[in-house]
């Protein structure tokens, strides 16, 4: 069986109180988008993970997709062991939730090869204790994420026929380094009110808290942003707490981006 793990960019992204537990709550979107990883998994002697396409840190084992594997088995599920193939086309540390949906996926395709009968919720709730933003890849339609981004509300948000051009420079920003340097609080925009108006509308009102931190240390980050704009945007922002970049075109002009962001991850296509 072969799935197609596709990632998730945040629109808006508001950091609104620091927790007793040390976590923060935040508010923001979480809307998908068609980049994706490519996960084959075959019947086998023993269970093997291959990694192939960009690179990524951490043994095999402690990699999410074989995390799901073992936790339906503690569950009581009887799987055989299987070869897994997993293509790396999502960047790593981008704020775009690729790991997340390599593991999201994993799970939906093994309750169908092996015929588990997991309703959405199930798999929601196993998936959640690897990651908040897990369990949104199992529906993988657009929501409003609030608590430590895994309290979900469906939202009615379409932006078909955008264009979308997405830029990862070499810049690392760890999730530490991001909220180590952030300074929560409750927005004067709240996501909720301006994320059903028109794109045009967006800029200076939907924004990502963790930019006012992240730009001033990652400057990289801030001119990818600067220069989508300049090339004709209407919305750009940082995903996450980074390092990559979207921006949102109701047309792209006949710039050659790939030679704009040659140094960097390049990505572009229609919604």
Not at 89 to 113: H, Q, R, V
Request: glycine residues 8%.
């Amino acid at each position: 069986m072969k799935v197609f793990p596709n990632c998730k960019i945040n629109i808006g992204l508001n950091i609104v109180e620091r927790r007793s537990d040390g976590y923060h709550n935040l508010q923001t979107v979480f809307y998908p988008i068609p980049l994706h990883d490519e996960i084959s998994i075959q019947l086998s002697e023993t269970d093997v993970l291959s990694i192939e396409g960009l690179c990524i840190e951490g043994a095999p084992e402690d990699n999410l997709v074989m995390k799901v594997l073992a936790i339906l088995r503690e569950q009581g599920f009887s799987i055989p062991p299987v070869n897994v193939t997993l293509h790396k086309k999502i960047p790593s540390g981008a704020g775009l939730g690729g790991g997340s949906s390599d593991a999201a996926f994993m799970m939906k395709a093994l309750n169908e090869m092996f015929s588990l009968e997991l309703t959405d919720e199930e798999m929601e709730a196993l998936l959640a204790p690897l990651g908040a933003d897990c369990p949104f890849f199992v529906k993988n339609q657009p929501v409003y994420a609030e608590g430590i981004g895994n309290i979900f509300t469906p939202i009615c948000l379409d932006l078909k026929g955008w264009y979308l051009i997405l830029v990862k420079p070499d810049d690392f920003v760890s999730t530490r380094e991001a909220y180590s340097m952030v300074r929560p609080h409750y927005p004067e925009f709240k996501i909720q009110q301006y994320i059903s108006l028109p794109v045009e509308e967006w800029k200076g009102h939907i924004v990502n808290d963790f930019e006012e931190s992240v730009f001033p240390v990652h400057p990289r980050i801030q001119s990818i942003r600067d220069e989508l704009y300049r090339q004709g945007a209407t919305y750009a922002a940082m995903s996450g707490s980074g390092s990559s970049v979207y921006g949102l075109f109701r047309q792209l002009p006949p710039a050659d981006y790939r030679k704009i962001f040659y140094d960097d991850f390049y990505y572009q296509c229609q919604l």
